[in-house]
């Protein structure tokens, strides 16, 4: 069941070199367990628990991401975004960065960009800029680029 979802996990059952392959088993020791399980979950069911917080989700998307199981990935990009908000914006678009999650790195630019007064004035936006640069630069010039052109001037 794991080799159908996950490239990274046919990867490591179908080289028989590897110890997974060998042992025919994985451990996952460096990451949260309740993800995990939640991951295997998935994995069976196709369904993510309800009522998860974002931090929750963060953790999944994490593992979605490292294993290559894209629909969890994109389950977990639909979750964020839906939890979406000024106060959670930095913390998601830091993971969307890092996890290459296009869709929700979009949602957060949006996000910061609707909610820009409120965001730029926060601690999570000082230690973004602080520790990523390159992600604030980024999102400032999606935010300039954007259709806030002022208007047309009459003649």
Partial sequence: MLVSQSSVFRAMFT?????EAMTNCIFIDD???EAVN??????YTAELDDCLNDDEVIAVLMLADRYDIQNLKSLCQDELIFQLSDRNVCKVLRVA???RADVL????????????????ESNPWR???KTDQS????VL???????????KKKK
């Fill in 15 to 19: 080289h028989s070199n590897t110890k």
């Fill in 31 to 33: 990451a949260n367990p």
């Fill in 38 to 43: 939640r991951m295997i979950g998935f994995i």
């Fill in 97 to 99: 960065d890092q996890t």
């Fill in 105 to 120: 790195k979009c949602a957060c630019i949006e996000t910061i960009e609707k909610y820009k007064k409120t965001i730029t």
């Fill in 127 to 129: 230690d973004l800029k």
């Fill in 135 to 138: 992600l604030v630069f980024e």
């Fill in 141 to 151: 010039e999606k935010i300039m680029a954007s259709d806030g052109s002022p208007p």
